[in-house]
T-cell receptor
Framework: DAGVIQSPRHEVTEMGQEVTLRCKPI?????LFWYRQTMMRGLELLIY????????DSGMPEDRFSAKMPNASFSTLKIQPSEPRDSAVYFC???????????FGPGTRLTVT | QKEVEQNSGPLSVPEGAIASLNCTYS??????FFWYRQYSGKSPELIMF????GDKEDGRFTAQLNKASQYVSLLIRDSQPSDSATYLC??????????????FGTGTQLKVEL
């Protein structure tokens, strides 16, 4: 299996622009997680889905952030408008229901100038 | 606010020594705990999980859990330079609907010196 796939790997954008991050989970996994990692705050859970349904979005920092999972093999995290403080590495992870291990994608390094 | 606390380090140990990484958590409802390793510029990968009080051993790694003290630790025996990484402790929140909602600590950086 190719593992969790994320794109783009790097994104540099200007403040105010829309940013869309993409994730393809491992086939057969039915839980998907979006995390953000910064030096100051560490790895924070933003939102997670079970069977394509958002379960908990309490970690989404504000309304500028939105996430969708239209089918079992694709999810997006959108930031509109982006701000410099959104600069971070964004990870997507997936797991099977009942399993202990989350498999992380390679991450998207976002820089907002 | 559920919290997982770790000393950021860096923790430096000589090659061949035992590295001891510690973690405390605030939510007594947490049942399962995880140690992820993250190399610089890479994504986290699971190395151990534990859900029962006591010790759990896997090769050179031993996880220890003390629910009364809300304390989790990871011991790495015979430390190797390849163990140099950041170690993230995570606590699982009990949830409905399946899946593992994790709260991560900020990580401890381990450096194994030759």
């Amino acid at each position: 299996d190719a593992g969790v796939i994320q794109s783009p790997r790097h994104e540099v954008t200007e403040m105010g622009q829309e940013v869309t991050l993409r994730c393809k989970p491992i086939s057969g996994h039915n839980s998907l997680f979006w995390y953000r990692q910064t030096m100051m705050r560490g790895l924070e859970l933003l939102i997670y889905f079970n069977n394509n349904v958002p379960i908990d979005d309490s970690g989404m920092p504000e309304d500028r952030f939105s996430a969708k999972m239209p089918n079992a093999s694709f999810s997006t995290l959108k930031i509109q408008p982006s701000e410099p403080r959104d600069s971070a590495v964004y990870f997507c992870a997936s797991t099977q229901k009942g399993a202990y291990e989350q498999y992380f994608g390679p991450g998207t390094r976002l820089t907002v100038t | 606010q559920k919290e997982v606390e770790q000393n950021s380090g860096p923790l430096s140990v000589p090659e061949g020594a035992i590295a001891s990484l510690n973690c405390t958590y605030s939510d007594r409802g947490s049942q399962s705990f995880f140690w992820y390793r993250q190399y610089s510029g890479k994504s986290p990968e699971l190395i151990m999980f534990i859900y029962s009080n006591g010790d759990k051993e896997d090769g050179r790694f031993t996880a220890q859990l003390n629910k009364a003290s809300q304390y989790v630790s990871l011991l790495i025996r015979d430390s190797q330079p390849s163990d140099s990484a950041t170690y993230l402790c995570a606590a699982e929140d009990p949830i409905t609907g399946g899946g593992n909602k994790l709260t991560f600590g900020t990580g401890t950086q381990l450096k194994v010196e030759l």
